[in-house]
């Protein structure tokens, strides 16, 4: 049976978005790369491009290959400037905290520390009270743990050039290469703990956002005295804090968290 219409239309959508996100993975690409890389036929690939030019979303070069143009970043950061991303992650971080009851923070990177920029603060009589606008050091928070494991090796390194180590409490990591270390297992895990680290018995699980850029651009946690913060209470706490970071990561434009299910229904 033929599809509507309707059908056909939102399908050609979703085939002229997986066209721009293949080539903003890449400097630029031609017609037979992206059919090969996406499974479209040379013919539609070439009416999605010539319309996505027509739009002035890509070019084609000198050499016969298309790239994306800045109008994209142009559409993305008109909407995270006139809404900023605290107000994009309020509401995710207000679920986080009613999920929890425990302290949950939105912060991010300025040089070599991270600043609270949102702050959804626990009911219960012990707790750790930072306001908005406090700093701290991000070596040894899991905030800032988490935002400099997903930094480029360049970024990083200025950081940690930037960066006074001082043992705050008994496990403050202050060795540079036992802290490189640390970040790499927090990248590969996609979450970052501190344990009491920075104030001695608070524990923190800090998980990473990214723009539509795919750059980390701040990062999210829950923070609580490490006597609740144990056991089943934290294996429980890692997924949702690392959904959360995920679901501000697609509000800002992040596609990672969508790429499978817009590639197994592009294509049908």
């Known amino acids: 049976m033929a599809k509507k219409p309707f059908q056909e239309s939102v399908q050609s959508i979703e085939r002229a978005f997986a066209v721009l996100e ?55 950061s008109q909407v995270v400037n006139r809404t900023g991303i605290r107000k994009m992650a ?34 219960e009589p012990l707790r750790i009270g930072l306001d908005v606008g406090k700093r701290v050091p991000a070596y040894c928070s899991g905030l800032g743990k988490a935002i400099l494991a997903n930094l480029s090796v360049e970024e990083l390194e200025r ?14 990591i202050t060795d540079p290469f036992l802290l490189r270390h640390e970040l790499a297992r927090v990248k590969e895990q996609g979450y970052a703990i501190d344990n009491a680290e920075y104030f001695e ?40 804090v690392r959904e959360t970071a995920g679901k501000i990561s697609e509000q800002l434009g992040y596609r990672a968290y969508l790429n499978d299910h817009l590639s197994e229904r592009a294509f049908r």
């Open 90 to 123: 309020a509401p995710y971080l207000e679920k986080l905290f009613a999920s929890c009851n425990e302290t949950v923070n939105l912060a991010v990177l300025d040089n070599h520390e991270v600043i609270y920029i949102e702050r959804w603060e626990s009911r």
């Open 201 to 240: 018995g608070i524990f923190c699980l800090g998980s990473p956002v990214f723009s539509h850029l795919g750059r980390v651009v701040a990062a999210i946690s829950i923070a609580a005295p490490g006597v609740r913060m144990t056991g089943n209470t934290l294996q429980s706490l890692i997924p949702r």
């Open 22 to 76: 293949a080539l903003c993975r890449e400097e630029e690409l031609g017609i037979t790369q992206l059919s090969h890389s996406l499974g479209m036929g040379k013919s539609t690939v070439f009416r999605l491009l010539s319309t996505l030019e027509l739009m002035g979303l890509v070019r084609q070069g000198n050499s016969g290959k298309y790239s994306v143009t800045l109008k994209l970043f142009e559409m993305g």
């Open 159 to 172: 950081v940690l050039k930037a960066t006074t180590f001082r043992r705050y409490t008994p496990n403050t």
